[in-house]
């Protein structure tokens, strides 16, 4: 095996370089940003295929550098996808992917592919090219629907996952809880997941002064609650703006919501909210924030609450405490870990607003000064240490498949 590897990722549902916190992007697309910057670096030839996107004017050309490229393919409207037309648009995404490699001669020594849709067509270059297809599911169809909440997903997304696990080499899972809903609800084979969590860019994500993020944020000079995420009802922001009802006559408090800039149902249903429980003069939509300046808000707030129904991993618990900013959080994700290396992670039992509520008044009260970054933290979540474990992977799951590869493919690089 050569010592620089040649890795296609696969985003086909989001572009990486959309902005986060809108409706579909995320904490995926900051995953794939770094992971791929830190290969790079390391001298790997990394590809990232993605979606066209009309509103952009990177649409269908390929960009970056030479061993980092973003390559813009043609692509189906996902709004018109449904369980009889998911395969001719499977088949025109891998043909598209496998025409652009043909007309550049470009061959790969793995897949690495991120969320359902990307996982099929992984399924499918795996067989046609030959190389180990290496899966992230970020979100998982079964699990989100037996939370109940906000839009069903369809069981040809659920049924299309099962067909992933069973032909993927390896998926990497970000968490140990992530790993057993593979395994108890899509009867996964444990051997072939591995557990790697998402990292946390240090350079970016770092104590400063409280007074001078409020200055940089345009923020009132208030204690301040931080919310940060996409407006969707698993993220239960709903239940954070009834949490903070009792506090409504007090004007030296704020609660500031970073993400959602679409003024679709989800952004109407969190302003009905906030009406009906008569705080909307208490919070600041800020819309979404370039994620170069998510710093200044951590360092702006006294403490961020994730009061989520569910998360994949929880990145803002880890970008808020980076930054010296102590979160109060329900048991989801990452963030049992998380609190066990770092104190000022407070989980709270259950997630009804009452007990957010309780918690909250409980910082209110004892608001310090802003706490040094977490060195540990840091440590064991840094992007360096992330990315060479997943290296390891990909060199083991390589590895393993040499003689398989060998043996059933005239494919040569
Ligand atoms: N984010 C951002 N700008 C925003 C809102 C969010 O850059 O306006 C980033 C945030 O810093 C974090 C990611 O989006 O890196 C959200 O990740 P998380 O794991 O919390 O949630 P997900 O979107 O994966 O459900």
């Known amino acids: 095996m050569e010592d620089t590897l040649r890795i296609a990722i696969l985003s086909l549902h989001t572009c990486p370089l959309n902005r986060p916190g809108s409706r579909y992007t995320g904490g995926m697309n900051i995953y794939i940003q770094n992971l791929a910057q830190e290969l790079a670096r390391r001298g790997h030839s990394v590809d990232i295929y993605t979606c066209s996107h009309p509103d952009d004017d990177l649409c269908n050309l390929v960009v970056g550098s030479d061993n980092l490229r973003l390559i813009h393919i043609e692509s189906p409207d996902y709004s018109l996808i449904s369980e009889e037309t998911l395969g001719n648009h499977i088949a025109m995404l891998s043909d598209s992917i496998d025409s652009f490699c043909l007309e ?231 963030i049992r870990d998380i609190a066990g290396i770092c104190q000022s992670c407070r989980i709270i039992k259950g997630n009804t607003p009452s007990e957010l509520s309780m918690n909250i008044t409980a910082m209110l009260d004892r608001i310090g000064n802003k706490k040094n970054g977490y060195s540990k933290l840091v440590d064991h979540y840094g992007w360096g240490h992330v990315a060479d474990r997943i290296l390891q992977q990909y060199k083991a799951v390589i590895d393993r498949n040499a003689e398989y590869t060998q043996q059933r493919c005239s494919y040569k690089s």
């Open 104 to 334: 550049q001669n470009k061959h790969y020594d793995l897949i690495h592919s991120h969320y359902w849709l990307s996982g099929i067509v992984g399924s499918k270059l795996k067989q046609k090219w030959c190389v180990p297809h290496i899966t992230m599911f970020h979100t998982l169809g079964a699990v989100k629907n037996s939370l109940g909440l906000g839009i069903l997903e369809p069981e040809y997304r659920i049924l299309n996952e099962q067909v992933i696990i069973k032909n993927a080499d390896l998926i990497v899972a970000s968490t140990q809880k992530e790993k057993r809903e593979l395994v108890n609800r899509y009867s996964a084979d444990p051997a072939r997941i591995e557990v790697v969590p998402c990292g946390i860019n240090a350079a970016l994500f770092h104590p400063v002064d409280k007074e001078v993020a409020r200055q940089m944020c345009g923020l009132a000079p208030k204690k301040t609650a931080l919310f940060v995420g996409r407006l969707d009802p698993l993220k239960a922001l709903g239940n954070l703006l009834e949490a903070i009802s009792p506090l409504k006559s007090r004007d030296d408090f704020q609660l500031v919501v970073v993400g959602g800039n679409d003024h679709g149902v989800d952004f109407k249903a969190i302003m009905d909210a906030a009406c009906d429980y008569e705080v909307s003069h208490s919070v600041n939509f800020i819309g979404s924030v370039p994620h170069e300046r998510m710093h200044l808000y951590y360092n702006a707030a006294d403490f961020c609450v994730i009061p989520s129904y569910y998360e994949s991993f929880g990145l803002v618990a880890l970008e808020s405490l980076a930054c010296g900013t102590p979160v109060i959080a329900t048991d989801v994700g990452e």
